[in-house]
């Protein structure tokens, strides 16, 4: 249950070991905190402050395995963290994290080498590398490097793999009851689109419903409630113009000394992200303005030039679903993942994006374990993702010839449509604009391509004139509330 990366990449495992899989996603693939993130695989050179060396070294084991399988969706990046006089963590302490963060690093594929390389500048190299940074006070810099990634269209591809290697993947597909009879579990799925109702029988639940894991695991325990397991805190970003900024940043928060990006993508920048206890219902959440004005003040800071004045042209939040730790702050939390067996339902708490492979090759393996099942051995750390998919859309161009062009790097394509509704199971206009594209950067954009992309879909899915209207409406009533949310933030 649940079509966020963790689910995919167990339906993904499991599907290519020989095991038959049915996955129920209640609305999109990664439509929730998946497609919400930083867009970062990285080791979380932060966490080094906590101790979480097993972390590190495993995520950045897991990044060097997404940069050889995955490049299309993932690709090395180079970081800058400036220091300023009085402000931030020392550059000694600085320095001697990246050393350990390299030295971590060790081992891994040939992509993933270089990223090994660190380097201290002084001011004036600095400002030569990043002509935007703010040079009073500046100490000078600290580099090394990460990866970025495209955190839906990765989790698509691999749904899309799951899909080929025969799991069932089910989108807009809710879970409306779920039993446990004579050690066979029982589901009721309602369609949310066709509004049809099915059923469906297995001897494993695996929970990877993310912040509604807890909701999943109530429904299912039996003979009462289970406490609580996740901790929701929200992640909010905005994207400004990128006003020439030329390389990904680390920075620290002067209110508060956390750390936050500045990272550019393409002629926009992602700002992000902030870390707060929120209950609100994952379904609900919202960024609010305080969040958006703390991120653009906290930019200034470092970055002055591309901040000032700038209203930004997307504003998301998303929850994470942390697992419940000692931490009295929300950044202090643990980023660790636990898998929690209730006898044949396995919940997914915590986690990063980063590892979401090796995470599910440990519930797949404890998937076989309960099935009393021999499984094949996991491939996923050497099986490409989505090799063909390039390929395909290319096949499709043949006869899908029309493209529109939104902004310079952000256009779609009627062959994109038709492979996005063919085979990535995209099914609202929603799907193709936000998590399928890269027109999610930007609010003009997308209501600029809202037209077109609906005429291809409804070329491909039959829609009517008011389904298309709807699917319209659908798009463009949250980027109102997010422009008056970004509104509210500049007043």
Known sequence: MGGGIHGVAVARDAALRGLYVLLAEAGDLASGTSSRTSKLVHGGIRYLENGQFSLVRESLRERAILLETAPRFVRPIPFLIPHYRGSGRSPFIVEVGIRLYATLARGGSAAARPLREHHHLTPDEAIAREPGLDPKDLLGASTYWDAQMEDARLCV????????????????????????????????????????????????????????????????????????????????????????????????????????????????????????????????????????????????????????????????????????????????????????????????????????????????????????????????????????????????????????????????????VAFAVREEKARRLEDVLLRRTRLWLDARAIRAAAEPVARWMTAELEWSESRRQEEIRRVVEPLEDEERRIEEAMR
């Open 157 to 416: 591809a691999i749904a899309t793999d799951a899909a080929r290697a025969g799991a069932d993947i089910r989108t807009y597909t809710r879970v409306t009851k779920l039993s446990n009879v004579d050690g066979t579990w029982r589901a009721r799925l309602r369609d949310q689109i066709e509004e049809s109702v099915s059923e469906a029988t297995a001897r494993v639940v695996v929970n990877a419903a993310g912040p509604w894991a807890d909701e999943v695991r109530g429904m299912a325990a039996e003979p009462g409630p289970l406490p609580p397991a996740v901790r929701t805190t929200r992640g909010t970003h905005v994207v400004v113009p990128a006003r020439g900024l030329r390389q990904a940043h680390l920075l620290s928060a002067r209110r508060d000394g956390r750390v936050f990006f500045a990272v550019p993508w393409g002629e926009h920048a992602l700002l992000g992200t902030t870390d707060v206890d929120d209950a609100t219902a994952p379904e609900r959440i919202a960024p609010p303005a305080e969040d958006i004005r703390y991120l653009l003040e906290e930019t200034r800071h470092a970055l002055p030039e591309l901040v000032e004045g700038v209203r930004p042209v997307r504003a998301f939040a998303g929850l994470r679903s942390l697992l419940r730790g000692k931490g009295v702050v929300p950044w202090a939390n643990p980023r660790e993942h636990r898998i929690l067996a209730d006898g044949t339902l396995i919940t997914l708490v915590g986690g990063k994006y980063t590892t979401h492979r090796s995470l599910a090759e440990r519930v797949t393996d404890l998937v076989a374990e309960r099935l009393e099942k021999r499984a094949g051995p996991c491939r996923t750390a050497t099986t490409p993702v989505a090799p063909d998919r390039e390929r395909s859309v290319e096949e499709l161009r043949s006869t899908r010839r029309e493209r529109f062009t939104a902004q310079p790097g952000l256009s779609v394509g009627e062959a994109d």
